[in-house]
């Protein structure tokens, strides 16, 4: 369904691998070649240069990777369509059947349980829908093709390795971008974060739930998780403040907030924990609101998508008891052509909005913000006709 970018994982792991002459694109029996030798040197045995040796393309991986238009919907329309009462009613019954599971990671790893069960139910629905996608295939497809093989050829090693100690089949499918298992692993997070929750003596994310919660959670502890911590806060914004303030980024005390009208989303007034945050407008000055915390930024670790994340980071405050958040009354947005025409604009004027491709992202929300500032608009990021009209 969409693409999870773990840079971080994938730039470290290319720092350690060896050069090699040809990074994509060529010949691809001869570019496996060099994947080969990589391997090899890698530590990488028979059985998994075997499944190298006979690694093929897959038109449909990259047919993916060019069309990921579920993220030209809205904060509102995406998170309405993934928490379904379905995965509520699940992630439920999962918190209670594996409470003592879930109590193991929490102590080991400080990752609370309604943050393992958000994912676990938004990447598979709970273990139901894996995906089929061929694996290896998928990463040797991905990385052979010269957009981005940054992200997936530092993946191919790990795989490997996993094929050749037996830990997955040569043959393992998962989704079309190479994450596997019930929370949609890569490879070097499955290989240097998995964990055997059962006792069993395997790390089988595909099977194991125990496993597959602890791996979670070691995952999720690994990206900078803050024990005990929240993630976000749904809050009340007034008609009018300094919206130049507000972003993920812009990290503020919650006195401040206060001091400028935030209250709960009943009007009292904000409880200071000690803590800064973010005031996220996903839709504007005038649609829902949300204080995000450094834990948040977790989030975008395991997907960079704002809207996935914050999604996610709400289904968590839902299965953690919270009540469904107020959606507001936004003001309305651009379509996917104007969405395109405002990055056209954006990009003339020196923007990086990264690709013309209709969705809205960091680098598209950020330039937006600046001209928002320099039209004398209201600063919350949000991308307006009113907005397109005066570009």
Partial sequence: MRLRLEILAALLLAATAPA??????????????????????????TAGLEALE??????????????????????????????????????????????????????????????????????????????????????????????????????????????DRGVVPADVTGAWAGEIGQ??????????????????????????????????????????????????????VPDDMPWDQTGRTNKLPLTQWAQWGVTNPNGTPLVDNGLKAGLALPMGRKGPAFLVYDN??????????FTYALTAANLATRLAGAPQFDPRNPEPGLNGDQMRALQTKLEAK???????????????????????????LPVDGWPTPELLGKL
């Fill in 350 to 376: 020196g923007y990086d909005v990264g690709t013309v491709d209709g969705i809205l992202g960091t680098n598209t929300r950020e330039a937006i913000r600046k001209e928002q500032k320099r039209l004398g």
């Fill in 54 to 163: 006979n690694a093929t393309a897959d038109e449909k991986v990259l047919a993916r990777d060019r069309s990921q238009g579920v993220f030209t919907q809205t904060f509102v329309e995406f998170s309405n369509r993934m928490i379904s009462s379905h995965r509520l009613k699940q992630g439920a019954a999962n918190l209670k059947k594996y409470a003592d599971v879930f109590a193991r990671a929490d102590r080991e790893f400080g990752v609370q349980p309604p943050i393992i069960a958000a994912f676990w139910a938004l990447e598979t629905d709970f273990g139901a829908v894996q995906g089929d996608f061929h694996t290896l295939n998928a990463l040797v497809t991905l990385s052979h093709d010269c957009r981005r093989p940054q992200l997936f050829r530092p993946q191919i090693t790990p795989l490997l390795t996993l094929i």
């Fill in 296 to 305: 948040f930024d977790v989030y975008l670790e395991w997907n960079q998508s």
């Fill in 183 to 236: 929370t949609q692993m890569l490879p070097s997070d499955y290989l240097g974060r998995g964990v055997d929750g059962d006792g069993d003596g395997l790390v089988d994310l595909r099977s194991s739930a125990p496993d597959v919660i602890m791996t979670t959670a070691n995952k999720i502890m690994s990206r900078g998780w803050k024990r005990d911590q929240p993630w976000i806060e749904e809050v009340r």
């Fill in 20 to 45: 090699v002459a040809q990074q994509c694109g060529g010949d691809f029996e001869a570019w496996k070649q060099g994947v080969a030798a990589e391997a090899k040197s890698a530590g990488v045995g």
